[in-house]
Every structure is written in C-alpha cells, then in structure tokens.
C-alpha cells in the first residue's frame, strides 16, 4: 500500500514538474526577447554618450544617463538611521502600520467611497488601469457600474444624515460619508460601519 | 521592557498642517486594554517645522534624523548589549555612542514609600533593558525615517540603492537602468542587479535581469518577488 501511494505522489510530481519545466521554457524565451530589445536600446543610448533622445510615436522622453557614483538620484536617501543605531532592529520589521490605520483609513474608507459613488464614477473607474487589481468591466471590491447610486439616493443619503443627532458620545462625530467621505479621520470612520450605514441604507415604506 | 513608538506629523497652533512631527512611546509589557489607554501611550518628542527666513513654518519637518539622534542615542545606552558572537561596530560617524556605553541599561530600585515618603518595603535592584520593538508610521512618516522615497513617487523602492533617470523637466522616474548598480540592504544585498526596460513604458514592462556573469542570464523567477513585490504586482496587471 505504502509503495502505491508513493507511486501516485511521484506521478503528481512529475507532471506538476513538467507543468512549471514548460511554463519556465517560455518565460526564459520571452525574456531573451525582451533582454535583446533592451540591449539594441541600450546600445542606442550608449552611443549618443549619455544623453539621447527615444522619439516613440506616442511619447518623446530626453533620456540622461550617468554612471551611479555620479548622480544623486537613488531609490532611497541613505540608510536608515533608526536600523544602523539600534543594532537588534530588522529593516523589514522596522515600521508597522496599525490596524485600525490600514483597515479603517485604508480599506474600508475606499470600500464605502465605491459604494456610495455614482454610476458614472464606477464607469471611468473600471476603464482605470492604474487602480486596485480588478477585473474588465468592473471597479474594485467587483463592483459594476449598474451598482452605483443614482443623485436621488445620494441626496437622500445626505437628507438623512443631516437628521442623525449624536450624543455627546461621539467625542467627534461622524459626518456624511457622501459629502465628506475621503476627509474624515479614523475615529469617524470606525462609527461609519455600526452606527451611521445601517440606518442610511434603510429602506423606508 | 519592549517599548514601542508612534512618529506622525500633526498640526500644533494653528500651524501649518502635518508640519510639527510628533513621537510617542508606548509599553508594550501590558495586557492590550492596559497597555492602550491613554496612561501608557505619552508623546516625548516634538520636531519643529521647517522655516522660512521670515519665522513662518513652510513645511513639514526634514531633518527626521537629527531630531531622533537623542532618543536613538538613549535607546542605545538603555537598549540590550550586543552579544560577543554579532559583529556589529557602533557607527560613531553617524553619532552612534561608543561600543563600550551600549547596552549599560538603567538600574531599578522596586521601593514602596507610604504618604510620609519612607521606604516601607524594598526588593532587590535589577537593570532594566528598554527594546524598541517597531515604530507605529503611516506612508509619509515611514519614508522620513527610514530615509526612502516619499510615498507619492512613482515606483518608489524602499529596498533597492537603484538609481533614477532624469526626466524633461527636473522630473526622476526609476526608468530603467543602463548600468547594474549594488543593491546595499534587503535580501538581495550586496548582489549586482540590473533594471533593465524594452520599452519606455517601465511601469508595464518592468524586469529584472542579473547583470553577472551575462546579461542574457535570467535571473530565476523567485528574484523578482524578493526585489519589490509593488512592481510585479503592476507587471502582472
């Protein structure tokens, strides 16, 4: 029985081996083709001595190239001096983000903002390539362009936030996520699931 | 005793916003709702804004390094010692404190006085050793202390020393590099790496290729994963 079981193992494992052996023979070619266009490019620049200029159809870009102990343009201004002082600190564990900070301000602020846009927001906001990672035709979170609110609904929604009166509580209290939705802070934003959407939703009879 | 910081730039008297950066210490040694209450969260330090000639504030706080260089040098000093066995030379030239004063910690005498301020009951002393675990920072504040691009560059790498192009007008873009340049921290340091683009549309097309022993060499799949994980992200797109 043991030695079947490691048969079928081994047959998964080869074809799975296969599989990826396939997928890299035609990344490599892919990137010999790409290395060598980069290389005629490269000759290109080389060869005007440091400045060129690539005249594509589209766009014109003046290239300056220069060795990197002369410029002064790096990815990063230096070391970081926290991470060389302190010798048992780690670059990659150096800064965290808090949660609230990356939930609140971060997710959940462009997942209201999606919801509460307009049809015609979501419109642009699918045809965006530079956006969340989304599929074709549709806006982050999946949402399509039918699911936007038309102006009555987001009059409404505005209507009925100018009504809600917060109790001294709330040491600052949530404003209309419509109106002000981008600019308000954590501490709003943390009331905006539990205390403010669930009645500006309501449907009312 | 793990401490933990917060570092983020606010607006103090109606000043200009986001210009006066603002450190805060808190004991990561407590229970979750001890530890964040507002009794051991406190701000100690305060960056001033940067200047104009006139006295007016024009700007958030720059010179991030300078201002910490006290509390860096103090978490030195009350920090844990460097074990035999860890190469690690104090940076004097950067106002490190010297070798020999790092670790020294703090000792601690745990009395208990009453109201007359007598010593009714006394432990034994201990050296207390303060470990800075992380820092709290969002975007803006993380690129001002780890010194990288800001958050609002285009394609800015907070792992590589990979150098920009210039641009018409005084614009720098990461737009492809024509030499391979070291790469100094991260997990691909001290290996020669090589940016190299087919076509001005970096963004889209960004790879990685190793510039040693030859150019045509493919670097294997995982590098490209290990270098920025933003930029393939955008490939793949």
């Given at each position: 029985?043991?030695?079947?079981?490691?048969?079928?193992?081994?047959?998964?494992?080869?074809?799975?081996?296969?599989?990826?052996?396939?997928?890299?023979?035609?990344?490599?070619?892919?990137?010999?083709?790409?290395?060598?266009?980069?290389?005629?490019?490269?000759?290109?620049?080389?060869?005007?001595?440091?400045?060129?200029?690539?005249?594509?159809?589209?766009?014109?870009?003046?290239?300056?190239?220069?060795?990197?102990?002369?410029?002064?343009?790096l990815g990063t201004h230096g070391f970081s001096r926290v991470h060389l002082l302190l010798w048992y600190t780690l670059f990659n564990d150096l800064c965290f983000v808090p949660f609230a900070h990356a939930f609140?301000?971060?997710?959940?602020?462009?997942?209201?903002?999606?919801?509460?846009?307009?049809?015609?927001?979501?419109?642009?906001?699918?045809?965006?390539?530079t956006d969340l990672p989304h599929l074709p035709g549709y806006a982050a979170f999946h949402m399509k362009p039918a699911d936007g609110l038309t102006r009555k609904q987001r009059k409404e929604c505005t209507d009925r936030m100018n009504r809600f009166i917060f109790t001294s509580d709330f040491d600052r209290p949530p404003?209309?996520?419509?109106?002000?939705?981008?600019?308000?802070?954590?501490?709003?934003?943390?009331?905006?699931?539990?205390?403010?959407?669930?009645l500006l939703f309501v449907e009312v009879r | 005793m793990p401490v933990s910081f917060a570092f983020d730039y606010g607006e103090a008297y109606n000043n200009r916003p986001y210009s006066v950066g603002i450190v805060a210490i808190k004991c990561e040694d407590l229970p979750d709702i001890e530890g964040s209450s507002l009794r051991f969260q406190r701000p100690i330090m305060f960056f001033p804004p940067e200047m104009d000639s006139e006295g007016k504030p024009i700007g958030a706080c720059k010179h991030v390094n300078g201002c910490l260089l006290p509390l860096l040098q103090d978490l030195q000093r009350l920090g844990p010692k460097v074990p035999d066995n860890f190469e690690y030379d104090a940076p004097t030239h950067?106002?490190?404190?010297?070798?020999?004063?790092?670790?020294?910690?703090?000792?601690?005498?745990?009395?208990v006085f009453d109201?007359?301020?007598?010593?009714?009951?006394?432990?034994?002393?201990?050296?207390?050793?303060?470990?800075?675990?992380?820092?709290?920072?969002?975007?803006?504040?993380?690129a001002k202390l780890l010194n990288t691009l800001s958050h609002t560059a285009i394609l800015g790498c907070s792992y590589c020393h990979m150098t920009q192009t210039e641009i018409k007008g005084n614009v720098k873009k990461f737009m492809g590099?024509?030499?391979?340049?070291?790469?100094?921290?991260?997990?691909?340091?001290?290996?020669?790496?090589?940016?190299?683009?087919?076509?001005?549309?970096?963004?889209?097309?960004?790879?990685?290729?190793?510039?040693?022993?030859?150019?045509?060499?493919?670097?294997?799949?995982?590098?490209?994963?290990?270098?920025?994980?933003r930029r393939c992200a955008m490939m793949w797109n």
């Open positions: 029985m043991r030695d079947d079981v490691e048969l079928k193992l081994s047959e998964q494992d080869q074809k799975v081996r296969a599989q990826v052996a396939q997928v890299r023979v035609a990344w490599d070619l892919r990137e010999a083709c790409a290395c060598a266009c980069s290389m005629l490019v490269r000759g290109c620049v080389l060869l005007t001595h440091r400045k060129a200029s690539i005249h594509l159809p589209f766009l014109t870009f003046f290239v300056q190239d220069s060795p990197p102990e002369q410029h002064g343009f609140f301000r971060g997710v959940f602020r462009d997942f209201m903002l999606m919801v509460l846009s307009t049809q015609e927001a979501l419109k642009t906001r699918a045809n965006k390539s404003e209309c996520p419509v109106r002000h939705g981008p600019s308000q802070i954590m501490e709003q934003l943390m009331r905006q699931p539990d205390c403010v959407m669930p | 950067l106002g490190s404190l010297k070798q020999e004063e790092l670790g020294t910690g703090i000792p601690i005498w745990p009395n109201s007359r301020k007598r010593a009714v009951r006394s432990a034994s002393t201990f050296i207390c050793h303060i470990l800075a675990i992380g820092w709290h920072a969002d975007a803006p504040a993380r590099y024509s030499a391979p340049s070291t790469i100094t921290r991260g997990l691909l340091e001290g290996k020669d790496m090589q940016m190299v683009g087919a076509t001005p549309h970096i963004k889209w097309c960004t790879y990685f290729t190793c510039a040693q022993p030859s150019p045509f060499v493919a670097c294997p799949l995982n590098y490209r994963d290990w270098i920025c994980h």
